[in-house]
């Protein structure tokens, strides 16, 4: 170290010292100072540049020392007012939170602490802000608090905008929670995040089970694919949403139906987050549906298929025979015999019973792959497909049969039927479904004309005569209106005395075409269409005028009785009673001179009713005669219990009896019978002299017949009353 050059002394030294340090702590404050000027300049840039207000308080005088201009525009009030009152910062607080919040001033001045609250200002408009207010102690040198720094800031917005998302995410919560549909979030994965109570019970899983498992874990394996490549498509950004008929499988391994309606959820810049889905259940409606289509298809009695079911299979198999050669299949048309009866003896309700257990039975008769069907009432379709030959549908015929043999035990009641079935075979060459249908039914009709219970095969001959059957049905609709029926008069006879008694009046058909028609071919159809009822109204009113006639004309003439046969059809009309007396009154005819011929059959019909028409016409002296006595359900047991006047023994009978007396024992007990019940009988269809003689020696009261007379037209039977022969 080199000398000084002057020597400084050590109380120099000193003051130097003090000095420099004087000078260096001025330079440190002056620097300082400088500091803090900028710090406040920036502070004030800062402050003065944002939002928030800033403001610094001293904390010994409550004294604001800054505030920030922001505070014009929270509080309404300028800031010069708030330096020269600084209580009026407290005295804008809204009265509900101002104790609260000065309470809390009073505690941060008096501790020192950390201040935040939040509390609202009524601006001098008397608009109302919220604001959040936090203040931060700042200590001197010495450590002491001197002042408060604090921000405020205006949250109105913020807070009503919180408010806002609390209730929307509180109102998306409970309507997810609460939807009566399925509700779910599910990652991209396809896991679920969040269920709904509705979708827990429609599959039978809790939440906690159900966010353990995916869709692709209760998915029914059949849609599972469609699923997920529609969700593919919704990740690839093709589509937003999609809704498909989903099954799902519930957790008891139920088949559920839904209804899947998928939204893709991204984020703010499309990017793919979550799906939402809403899961319908639509098990009910698709039950329904399919209950209705099954309805649709189906008889509702039996549960068999319909009859356009039956239809529909039997197209097919059409199509089947025409694509491939020799292919064979068959329709049987089945018709219950007398299944009337049994509705009519036991009521429908077991007479549904019966259709009922006859449905199972036939099912039973065919293979699984054949279709039984019901038409409706008493009749069944059967479709017997891919047969090696005619024979196979004769077999099922039969064992039909076999099995309507046996007894039905319904309710208590042993009940048989039988059946006809009429067979249709494809090998006909069928282009249209009714067409084979139709020949099966009209095979059918024939089994039962032949004797019922019995099966037939179609052929063409059957066809024809259809044909012509439908050609007589529109003619006799209009034979009427034309008049073209006649009546005839054939004499009935007094066999005792040998004289003319009546007539029985007898229809004919005059046709344009084919001539005379006898009513053998055309009173069964006149049955079966009702025309019965208008052709026998105008027969009983045509030969009751000529009756009448004949009396006035040949009035030394014994009288003479018209004899009207009735059909069963014309019985059950309920203004019978009614046309029979205005059939009298107009022409003038004495009821005495009237005789109605009914069938057994009537009889057996309806035994209550049929007494009291007959009772009823009988008030106007109407005689009534048992027609072909013997051919049909003859009771005897009941035959006391009509009112009736005659018994008319059939021609079979009478055709029988030999000269000598042989086969006539029929006859004789029929008349025996008679005589025994006060009735009289008039023996039918006598032709030679021998039945003549043989009936008179059974005290046979009258006769009809060829040996007297065929039946003649008006004018001939009226010669034969003006001769009126007599015949010993
Ligand atoms: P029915 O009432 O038993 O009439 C008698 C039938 O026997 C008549 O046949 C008659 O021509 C026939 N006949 C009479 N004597 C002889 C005979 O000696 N030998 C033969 N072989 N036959 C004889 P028709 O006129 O053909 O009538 C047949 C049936 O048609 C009648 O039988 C009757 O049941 C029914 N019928 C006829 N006209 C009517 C009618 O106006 N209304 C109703 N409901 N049925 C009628
Ligand atoms: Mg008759
Ligand atoms: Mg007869």
Redesign the pocket.
């Known amino acids: 170290m080199s000398e000084p050059e002057t020597e400084i002394l050590p109380q120099q030294n000193s003051l130097l010292n003090l000095v420099e340090q004087v000078l260096t702590e001025n330079q440190r404050l002056k620097r300082e100072l400088q500091e803090i000027t900028e710090r406040e300049e920036r502070f004030r840039q800062i402050a003065e540049n944002v939002r928030e207000v800033f403001f610094v308080i001293s904390a010994k005088t409550d004294e604001i020392l800054y505030i920030s201009p922001t505070y014009e525009t929270v509080w309404g009030r300028s800031c010069q007012s708030l330096y020269e009152n600084p209580q009026s910062w407290l005295s804008a607080i809204h009265p509900e939170d101002s104790s609260k919040a000065i309470a809390t001033i009073e505690t941060q001045f008096r501790t020192g602490d950390d201040f935040e609250e939040e509390y609202r200002i009524i601006r001098p408009d008397e608009s109302i802000c919220l604001v959040r207010v936090r203040a931060f102690p700042v200590c001197d040198v010495m450590g002491k608090v001197n002042r408060f720094v604090g921000i405020a800031e205006d949250i109105t917005k913020r807070k009503e905008a919180e408010e806002a998302l609390k209730k929307s995410e509180e109102q998306f919560r409970l309507t997810f929670e609460m939807a009566p549909i399925g509700m779910a979030i599910s990652t991209l994965k396809g896991k679920f995040t969040r269920v709904n109570q509705a979708l827990c019970d429609a599959l039978g899983y809790s939440p906690a089970e159900l966010l353990e498992l995916s869709f692709a874990e209760i998915s029914h394996p059949d849609d599972w694919e469609t699923h997920h490549y529609l969700e593919q498509k919704l990740i690839n950004g093709a589509e937003s949403n999609f809704q498909f008929e989903k099954r799902f499988i519930a957790k008891n391994g139920h088949v559920v139906d839904t209804l899947l309606k998928v939204l893709l959820v991204c984020d703010a810049d499309a990017k793919p987050l979550h799906f939402n889905n809403q899961i319908i259940d639509i098990t009910e409606r698709k039950q329904m549906e399919q209950q209705l289509r099954h309805d649709a298809l189906h008889d509702a009695l039996t549960g068999l298929p319909n009859r356009a079911l039956f239809m529909d299979r039997l197209q097919q198999q059409l199509k089947r025979s025409q694509r491939q050669d020799k292919y064979l299949f068959a329709v049987l048309f089945l018709d219950l015999d007398r299944f009337k009866v049994v509705n009519d003896s036991v009521g429908h309700l077991i007479g549904d019973k019966l259709l009922i257990e006859i449905a199972r039975r036939l099912e039973k008769s065919i293979a699984p792959t054949d279709t039984v069907a019901r038409l409706g009432g008493d009749e069944f379709t059967i479709l017997l497909e891919n047969l090696a030959s005619r024979s196979e549908a004769i077999l099922v015929a039969e064992s039909i049969y076999q099995t309507l043999t046996f007894p039905f035990n319904i309710e208590g009641y042993e009940l048989f039927t039988t059946a006809s079935i009429g067979i249709a075979l494809s090998s006909q060459g069928y282009d249209k479904p009714e067409d084979i249908l139709r020949d099966a039914d009209l095979t059918m009709y024939s089994a039962k004309e032949q004797g019922k219970a019995r099966y037939e095969i179609f052929d063409c001959s059957l066809r024809d005569r259809a044909l012509q059957r439908l050609e007589l049905e529109t003619d006799l609709r209009r034979a009427l209106e034309r008049g073209e029926f006649e ?2 008069y ?1 004499p009935i006879t007094s066999l005792a005395l040998g004289i003319l008694s009546g007539f ?5 058909w005059n046709h344009p075409t084919k001539g005379s028609i ?3 071919d055309f ?1 069964p159809v ?2 079966e269409t009702g025309l ?1 009822v208008p ?2 109204n105008w ?1 009983l009113k045509e030969a009751c005028q000529t009756a009448r006639n004949w009396q006035l004309k040949y009035p030394e003439h014994p009288a003479i009785k018209m004899s ?4 069963a059809q ?1 019985f059950r009309e309920p203004q019978l009673i009614q046309e029979v007396e205005n059939v009298l009154a107009e022409t003038g005819l004495n009821g005495n001179f009237l005789k109605l ?1 009914i ?1 057994e059959s009537i009889l057996i019909d309806n035994l209550e009713t049929v007494t009291e028409i007959i009772l009823n016409l009988r008030k106007q002296n109407i005689q009534f005669s048992i ?2 006595f013997g051919t049909g359900y003859s009771s005897l047991s009941y035959l006391h219990r009509f009112p009736v006047d005659t018994i ?1 023994i ?2 079979s009978f ?2 029988q009896m030999q000269a000598n007396g042989e086969n006539s024992a029929i006859v004789k007990a029929i008349v025996t019978l008679a005589h025994m019940l006060n009735m009289d009988v008039i023996a ?4 030679t002299t021998a039945q003549l003689a043989q009936l008179k020696l059974l005290q046979c009261e009258y006769g ?4 007297f007379s ?2 003649l037209n008006q004018q001939d039977a009226e010669l034969f009353v003006a001769n009126s022969p007599r015949w010993k």
């Not at 009809?704 to 040996?707: K, L, V």
Request: hydrophobic share 35%; with cysteine; glycine share 10%.
């Open positions: 009546v005839y054939q029985e009046a007898l229809a004919r006898g009513p053998a009173i006149c049955e019965i052709l026998g027969l009207v046969n009735l059909s014309q011929e069938t027609d072909d008319k059939d021609r009478v055709s039918e269809g006598i032709e009809q017949g060829f040996f065929k039946p």
